[in-house]
Nanobody
């Protein structure tokens, strides 16, 4: 499984960004795709995930501001980020998990600053 992430960049507080991640390879069956983030000096934390049935889970810190979705084929996951805050600044990583295996994308930087 290969993951390629797009989006990210620099935005002022209160702004919006959209991340996307395209998965290729052995994409089938029950799986979970999602986004994690890692700020400098901190651990990598879950942001939002969505399973192959469309069920979602969000970190408390992003609930009501971020929305995760998948395309109909289930190969691409999106993260719509609104009302961004400086504390959302981090490298965002796409993740695909199936069974006991997990795969990571290359990471994309999101910087929220005035």
């Amino acid at each position: 499984v290969q993951l390629q992430a797009f989006g990210g960049g620099f935005v002022q507080p209160g702004g919006s960004l959209r991340l996307s991640c395209a998965a290729s390879g052995s994409i089938f069956g029950l799986n979970v795709m999602g986004w994690y983030r890692q700020a400098p000096g901190k651990q990598r934390d879950l942001v939002a995930v969505i399973n192959s049935g469309g069920r979602t889970n969000y970190a408390d810190s992003v609930k009501g501001r971020f929305t995760i979705s998948r395309d109909n084929a289930g190969n691409t996951v999106y993260l719509e980020m609104n009302s961004l805050k400086p504390e959302d600044t981090a490298v965002y990583y796409c993740n695909y998990a199936r069974g006991g295996s997990a795969y990571w994308g290359q990471g994309t930087q999101v910087t929220v600053s005035s």
